[in-house]
């Protein structure tokens, strides 16, 4: 079946089969941040945005992304090489599977609430298992990312 | 694996009906317990073209397109202020937002699936299911009823008096609840009435409604008693998350607490 899905920000036309995922359709088209973790829905690794909202891309067919905007890890390098930074000072992660979609969903949260509790940072990020760390360093991080915004005068990450 | 032979979008509910009469055929909801199984579907109908994907206030209360997500309604502030924050709480513990972003309603009501949180709630509330074919069935009527081929169109749910909560009981955060369970006290002629909705018990949730009415604050003993009650009326059963006799202690301490909050004098 022929697609169009604006990738990143780029027009993309693919023939697709009607059960191919998403997630197999994004690294096909080289973004290799979106992972294959549980693939039953419970990860969070596979988290892209579809238009704007986090969703699980293992769960997704790419034919329903018709018509859509689809945005992965490499279309907000920027965002999130600044966020990252804050993770990776507090040695929050040990293998770092679980970063990609760790981050990709922490973004959205920022987009949605710019200043958010512990709490609820931690039931929107409930979603993102780790399997090394026990998240109090991922909590940190974010935490200390948050006050480095507002210190710096801006509106938290929203953008 | 979930292998798909055709993909069509419908263009009106009777193509999606006259597409689901086939076998093979599939309605794909947000399709994330659908992926959990392996099998070959001929046709995958998405109704995702036929703004199904809102929830609508109508005078009689809301109206729940079929293809509305968990998340919508966690976040819908009209339902969230009938029900006291029930609904989000209901629907918050499940799996992650990104999950939330995709699972429906209408998988959610048409899957009667026992643990489930969605059903739970819904069942406390005056919930009917507005079948394409079928008409509108109330809630509690279509939890027992076979699975056939008809469409879920909406659901709807009436703005009765009453005043709301959810409780679950999970082993650990967005895992499936051991336990799940809604309550409602409803003002009546010469006072208040509690009915309770129980779901998880592993089985599909059932409805627990207390003849007595409670004139003023409900007291510790009342409370008591009426957990009591609820626990010998309602059936469990065990799986690896809980046996049935600790389900139905959880049945018995989480009606009590709910009728004195809802109905205690402390209730603010
Ligand atoms: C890993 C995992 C964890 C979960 N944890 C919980 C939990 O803790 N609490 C909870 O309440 N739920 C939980 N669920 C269930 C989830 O919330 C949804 O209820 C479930 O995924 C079904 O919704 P869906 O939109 O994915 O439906 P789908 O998987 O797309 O469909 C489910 C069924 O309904 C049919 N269907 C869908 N829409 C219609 C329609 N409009 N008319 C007729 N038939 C239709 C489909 O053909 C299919 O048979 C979990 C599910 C998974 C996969
Ligand atoms: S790979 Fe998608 S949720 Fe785990
Ligand atoms: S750091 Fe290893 S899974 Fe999170």
């Known amino acids: 079946m022929l697609i ?9 036309t693919s023939d697709v089969s009607p059960d191919a995922l998403l997630l197999d359709w994004a690294r096909a088209q080289g973004c290799k941040s979106v992972k294959r973790g549980c693939e039953t829905a419970n990860c969070g690794l596979c988290t892209v945005f579809l238009d704007d909202e986090p969703v699980l891309s293992c769960s997704v067919l790419a034919v329903r992304a018709d018509g859509r905007r689809v945005t992965t890890l490499e279309g907000l390098q920027e965002e999130a090489r600044e966020f990252a930074g804050f993770i990776a000072d507090q040695g929050a992660e040990q293998c770092g599977f679980c970063n990609p ?3 990709m969903n922490a973004l959205a949260l920022f987009r949605e609430n710019p200043d958010p509790s512990v709490d609820e940072i931690k039931e929107f990020l409930a979603g993102n298992l780790c399997r090394c760390s026990g998240y109090e360093g991922q909590t940190r991080g974010i935490l200390n990312y948050l006050a480095w915004k507002k210190a710096r005068g801006g509106e938290g990450a929203a953008t | 694996m979930l292998t798909i032979q055709n993909y069509k979008k419908a263009e009106s509910l009777e193509d999606a009906w006259t597409l689901n009469q086939r076998r093979g055929s599939v309605i794909l909801g947000g399709m994330l317990w659908l992926k959990m199984g392996k099998r070959t579907v001929q046709t995958a109908i998405d109704l995702s073209g036929l703004r199904l994907d809102r929830i609508e206030e109508t ?3 809301w109206s729940i ?14 339902l969230n202020a009938y029900t006291n924050g029930a609904v989000r709480e209901a629907v918050r513990h499940i799996v992650g937002v990104q999950f939330r972003n995709l699972a429906t309603v209408g998988g959610s009501v048409w899957g009667r699936f ?7 709630l819904l069942l406390a509330l005056d919930s009917y299911v507005e079948l394409y074919k079928g008409g509108n069935v109330p809630l509690v009527d279509f939890l027992t009823r076979e699975k056939d081929r008809d469409v879920l169109v909406r ?3 009436k703005r009765t008096p009453g005043t709301f909560l959810y409780r679950s009981v999970r082993g650990s955060q967005t895992d499936f609840p051991v336990l799940a369970c809604a309550a409602v006290l409803v003002p009546a002629e010469n006072g208040d009435r509690l009915r309770l909705s129980v779901g998880a018990r592993p089985g599909r949730a059932v409805l627990f409604q207390e ?3 409670f004139r003023g604050p409900i007291s510790e003993a009342d409370a008591a008693a009426f957990g009591k009650a609820a626990a010998e009326h309602i059936a469990t059963g065990s799986n690896l998350r809980g046996s049935a006799e600790y389900r139905s202690h959880l049945i018995q301490v989480l009606a009590a607490r709910a009728a004195l909050e809802l109905g205690g004098a402390d209730r603010c």
């Open chain 1, 4 to 12: 169009s899905i604006t990738l990143n920000g780029k027009k993309i």
């Open chain 1, 101 to 103: 979609g760790f981050v």
């Open chain 2, 59 to 61: 005078p009689e209360g």
């Open chain 2, 65 to 78: 397109g079929c293809m509305t997500t968990l998340r919508q309604l966690e976040l819908h502030k009209g």
């Open chain 2, 114 to 120: 026992g643990f489930s949180d969605v059903c739970t």
């Open chain 2, 155 to 157: 659901v709807i749910v």
């Open chain 2, 211 to 213: 003849e007595a009415v």
